[in-house]
């Protein structure tokens, strides 16, 4: 079991920065993915960014050069550094992990973003 806990949410206005925090504990040895997802109430929750355990990572069109994934030389916590967001960015952020083939998610973290 793998439990994972969001923070760094909040409400800023456009062209803010924002980081999320997600941090990871039990099972965490078999961690081989992180991935950060956002969900619009009433629409499909879709990726963001993500990282593999040996550091590659893959970002959404719509984030691109403006949103940055990492994580520490423990990969723990992982981060979302979040620049130039615009109202269109506005959602709650989950963050994913893979363990031994099973998908885990944390509660989620509300991004809102004013115009």
């Known amino acids: 079991q793998v439990q994972l806990v969001e923070s760094g949410g909040g409400l800023v206005q456009a062209g803010g920065s924002l980081r999320l925090s997600c941090t990871a504990s039990?099972?965490?040895?078999?961690?081989?993915?992180m991935g950060w997802y956002r969900q619009v109430a009433g629409k499909q929750r879709e990726l963001v960014a993500d990282i593999t355990s040996g550091g590659r990572t893959n970002y959404a069109d719509s984030v691109k050069g403006r949103f940055t994934i990492s994580r520490d030389s423990t990969k723990n916590p992982l981060y979302l550094q979040m620049n130039s967001l615009k109202p269109e960015d506005t959602a709650v952020y989950y963050c994913?992990?893979?363990?031994?083939?099973?998908?885990?998610w944390g509660q989620g973290t509300q991004v809102t973003v004013s115009s």
């Open positions: 994913n992990a893979i363990s031994f083939g099973r998908a885990y």
């Open positions: 039990g099972s965490i040895f078999g961690i081989n993915y």
